[in-house]
């Protein structure tokens, strides 16, 4: 694809993270942002309040595309899959995790670090993230952070409750919590990103990641994580995971053609 030059692939690469500007059309952005109050109105028995008090709202939910036709067009007919494919090298892709992410304004609460790699029983290999804002994202409004290069560290740090920052109870230690990257931002190589709309990250499950808070007076932050596995991309089963899939046919170290990772893209 056009979008995604041998740079950005390289790019991607080398740091964990990519930006990708004008990834989107504001038509395939209208149409999400004018579902995101349907599904925030009827959730579904997974998603999350993670603050609902007077510190603000930041709401989750996932798989919105198996009730929602708006969500359901998306992922098959945007160009998410194919740009995720041609970054990840693959030729195939299967959706690992669809989930939406409301910060409202007002909500003085940041994301917690963290990487995404513990919360799901996907392997090290071929994992990765689109995150694509319906809003503009300013510092003030919560803004995403990621320490780049951190997915070749070698370590998988214990998960933690987003909401909260406490680690999640029941998972394993792995290589123990997350390092203090926001007394040394320079030191772990933090790079904060400011995003247009249409503008759209693409990061590996290992990157460590984290947002600011949305202090913004009246400017929601509205984002769209899809996480996809690629050709390489195994299945590790986990002793925790905050929402196990049911996974009777998967075998631990094969592929994740199943009902729960379905084939979302091949290439033609």
Not at 148 to 172: C, D, T
């Amino acid at each position: 694809m056009a979008l995604v030059t041998e740079e950005k692939v390289n790019a991607f690469e080398r740091d964990g993270v990519v930006l990708l500007q004008r990834a989107f059309e504001p038509a395939w952005l209208d149409r999400l942002a004018s579902a995101v109050d349907e599904v925030m109105n009827n959730p579904s028995p997974l998603s999350r309040e993670y603050v609902r008090s007077g510190d603000g709202r930041f709401f989750t939910d996932h798989h919105m595309s198996r009730r929602n036709d708006v969500f359901r067009e998306f992922m098959l007919n945007s160009p998410a899959s194919e740009i995720a494919a041609t970054l990840l090298r693959s030729d195939k892709l299967n959706l690992v995790d669809e989930h939406l992410l409301v910060k409202e304004p007002g909500t003085d609460v940041p994301t917690y670090w963290h990487h995404d790699l513990p919360y799901f029983e996907i392997s090290w290999q071929d994992f990765a993230s689109f995150w694509i804002p319906l809003d503009p994202v300013t510092t003030e409004t919560g803004a995403m952070k990621f320490a780049k290069g951190s997915h070749n560290w070698g370590k998988v740090y214990k998960p933690v409750m987003i909401g909260s920052g406490e680690n999640a109870e029941g998972a394993a230690e792995f290589d123990g919590p997350a390092p203090d990257i926001d007394a040394d931002p320079e030191g772990y190589n933090v790079e904060l990103f400011e995003m247009k709309r249409g503008d759209a990250l693409f990061f590996h499950a290992a990157t460590l990641h984290a947002a600011e808070p949305n202090r913004s007076p009246g400017t929601r932050r509205r984002a769209l994580s899809l996480r996809y596995g690629g050709s390489g991309a195994k299945w590790e089963p986990r002793d925790y995971v905050p929402s196990r899939p049911e996974t009777p046919d998967l075998v631990p170290g094969g592929p994740l053609d199943s009902k729960d990772y379905p084939v979302i893209w091949r290439a033609p």
